[in-house]
């Protein structure tokens, strides 16, 4: 479990607060079940005040194997951007190259079928004056999902975690893409409390609405582990 704070650019200067937690159970030794949640509260200049979040389910098949399946549902909102709801259904392979005691690279692909809900929320003001519809627009079907993983422990106390994504909507004549990556640290103050840093960049090439191409996120958390 942990608690953030986080500042972002949007159409204003955005802070967040907000809760997250997250429990992981190994079966059997070779799966792994993730289930996680979190929920914000975000601050939209001087007068908004919204909410994200997301839930999140994954499962892991057999990760004694170099190439393994993983399955993923999730649900999420983030109205500061305008994305009023996402739902979607993972399938990936899961390819190990390396994986030590103290450092771990994967890289995975497969598909993901998605339903997002986006509103306006997030669009600057001036190019909100000149659309003459304001409906919310609602967008289904396929998108290829890739990414690629490290994860190293860099000393008892210090461990850091990297990862780059790729997406592409399967739809002809369209194609939205969208690539990122995160890059986490952590510090290890006692034995179940940490400090995190974590910023996450993300470059939507077509978005639904109006909004900025460019997205960043930027979190400092205090992290309790059971």
Do not use: C
Not at 94 to 120: H, P, Q, V
Not at 160 to 182: C, F, K, Q, S, V
């Amino acid at each position: 479990m942990s608690g953030i704070f986080n500042s972002q650019t949007q159409r204003n200067v955005v802070n967040q607060y907000g809760l997250r937690s997250e429990f992981a159970h190994r079966i059997n030794a070779h799966h792994v079940i993730t289930i996680a949640g979190s929920f914000d509260l975000i601050t939209n200049g001087t007068q908004r005040v919204l909410s994200g979040g997301y839930l999140f389910t994954r499962f892991r098949n057999k990760i004694n194997r170099v190439f393994y399946p993983e399955l993923m549902m999730q649900y999420q909102w983030f109205e500061v951007r305008g994305m009023e709801q996402k739902v979607a259904f993972t399938g990936n392979y899961r390819y190990r190259f390396i994986r030590t005691e103290k450092i771990s690279l994967y890289a995975a692909a497969g598909i993901m079928m998605e339903y997002e809900k986006w509103g306006y929320t997030g669009v600057p003001a001036e190019k909100t004056a000149m659309l003459t519809n304001l409906e919310p627009i609602h967008i289904w079907g396929p998108r290829f999902n890739s990414y690629i993983s490290y994860d190293h422990a860099i000393n008892d106390k210090v461990d850091l975690d990297i990862a780059a994504y790729y997406t592409l909507r399967m739809e002809p004549n369209e194609g939205r893409r969208r690539i990122g990556y995160h890059a986490r640290v952590s510090f290890k103050i006692t034995e179940h409390l940490s400090f995190r840093t974590f910023m996450r960049y993300m470059y939507d090439f077509q978005p639904v609405v109006p909004v900025p191409t460019f997205w960043y996120n930027f979190n400092n958390e205090l992290v309790y582990t059971f």
